[in-house]
């Protein structure tokens, strides 16, 4: 060969070379989930947990690396929602897609199941894992259930191959001869128990298997069962609900994590979560799960702040738990599918009972047409097909009332009340409270007096709401 061969050829060959290299790795550098295989599920579902509890939801003091990490590869939502604002409703209205008061998961003669409690979500509901289980998912419950307790009523009879975790809140099963700040309304008290205080069970699918459950170890055990389950369903489809107890008073941290957050043992058990979030992911990650995997981080109401600093914040937002101000029910989300979440801040509304119509679209499961479902199908926002959120609206009930409703940026106060002793006292409005939440998201002003049209358009709204909410058998009773 000579010099000017030689001189032709070589950046011919280098021309070969890189785009063999690049049809070699072309399936990494553009991640696509596998056209042959449905999509995972995995619910990270915290309890008591505020809007203004993260870093990435602009936290001073508490370090969510993951969280951060996961939001930023991710859709951050700013407008996400639960559908009630205490933990039994809430939790019906995520794993139904329905709003509690029609699955009887709501109630004025008590607010959530406790220990006592003869009713559970009733087998006519049908939850998300009974549909993922129609198209071939294995799927597990893992942490606090509070749908019942009882075995008619446990995630194994709810569409659930496998649960391990507590059946209801971790303050409950309370032991006498310990001060019960609850009931004293020391609301200075140090809400770090001791494990004995509260006799609360492990349950493995349906048998105790430990009591009192140990509750510092609680939040790495959930992690670890989680991922075992992945691991385990590696090669099929999965869904996986991870629901922590915490940051639910009384707080317990694992011991690598005690003492260590500038936030106190609140900020302790939050950046331990934070801990198991990045264990979940990077485990995807390893298994090369990650692109064929939807994960969803969110909590089921604000935070409970009559223990101040041992409740969480709801930041900007007001007031929190049990309220149906925004700070009650809007709560810190994050979607991450790398290559099919389109990563950005969404400030669309969106709500927990849109997860069933959402997975339901995404692995081709039949969502049911025999009931009122209140959800939407997120999928095409969520993968930037659409920059619009089929939700318009969200409806906060308390008990059996109607209290708010809001459409597009406005919400109108038909009833305002504070909750555990923090006010406002009850007051029902002939006028409603006004606000528009995009340019007041505190509910500081009350611009009703300005909007009469608005809020005629909201009552009518209101009213037609009402009228689909038929009445059913009540579960949350003695
Ligand atoms: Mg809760």
């Not at 259930?145 to 496998?162: E, I, K, N, R, Y």
Request: hydrophobic share 35%.
């Amino acid at each position: 060969m000579n010099c000017r061969n030689a001189h032709v050829t070589r950046p011919a060959i280098h021309f070969v070379g890189c785009v063999a290299l690049l049809l070699l790795y072309w399936p990494s550098l553009c991640p696509a989930a596998r056209p042959d295989r449905k999509p995972n599920f995995i619910v990270i579902f915290c309890d008591d947990l505020g809007y203004g509890d993260l870093g990435c939801f602009g936290h001073p003091t508490i370090r969510t690396p993951n969280l951060d990490r996961m939001a930023a590869e991710g859709q951050k939502w700013t407008n996400f929602y639960v559908g009630a604002s205490v933990c039994t409703p809430s939790r019906a209205a995520l794993l139904t897609g329905r709003l509690p008061n029609r699955s009887g998961m709501m109630s004025a003669e008590r607010r959530v199941l406790f220990p006592n409690s003869k009713g559970g979500l009733p087998a006519s509901e049908t939850t998300i894992a009974e549909l993922l289980k129609t198209v071939g998912y294995a799927t597990a419950a893992v942490g606090k259930w509070h749908l019942g307790h009882l075995p008619q009523f446990l995630p194994t009879a709810h569409g659930f191959d496998t649960y391990w975790g507590i059946p209801y809140s971790n303050d409950m099963d309370g032991q006498k001869g310990f001060p019960n700040y609850q009931k004293t309304g020391r609301k200075d008290a140090h809400y770090v128990a001791p494990i004995a205080q509260y006799d609360v069970p492990i349950l493995h699918d349906t048998e105790v298997i430990e009591r009192p459950a140990n509750q510092h170890t609680l939040t790495q055990r959930y992690t670890d069962k989680a991922i075992a389950f992945i691991k385990e369903n590696r090669d099929r489809p999965f869904f996986v609900y991870l629901a922590h107890n915490l940051p639910h008073i009384p707080l317990y941290a694992g011991e690598r994590h005690v003492g260590k957050s500038r936030r106190g043992i609140f900020g302790d058990v939050i950046e331990e979560i934070d801990a198991g979030v990045g264990q979940i992911l990077d485990t995807l990650r390893d298994l090369d799960l990650a692109e064929d995997t939807l994960v969803v981080f969110t909590s089921d109401n604000g935070p409970w702040l009559p223990f101040h600093t041992h409740g969480g914040s709801g930041g900007l937002l007001r007031h929190g738990k049990g309220t149906t101000f925004e700070g009650g029910m809007r709560e810190p989300t994050i979607f991450w599918w790398p290559g099919q979440v389109k990563p950005g801040v969404q400030m669309e509304m969106g709500a927990t009972m849109d997860l069933l119509p959402t997975f339901c679209a995404l692995s081709g499961a039949v969502a049911p047409t025999d009931r009122i479902l209140d959800g939407y199908n997120l999928a095409p926002l969520l993968q930037g097909k659409t920059r619009t959120s089929p939700r318009d609206r969200v409806f906060y009930w308390r008990e059996e009332k109607l209290y708010a409703v809001r459409v597009g940026p406005w919400k109108a106060h038909f009833i305002t009340e504070g909750c555990y002793g923090d006010g406002p006292d009850r007051q029902e409005h002939d006028t409603p409270e006004l606000y528009h939440l995009e340019h007041d998201p505190s509910e500081k002003y009350n611009i009703a007096a300005h909007h009469p049209e608005v809020i005629e358009k909201l009552r009518q709204i209101a009213e037609t709401h009402r009228q689909s909410i038929k009445p059913v058998e009540i579960q949350l009773i003695k």
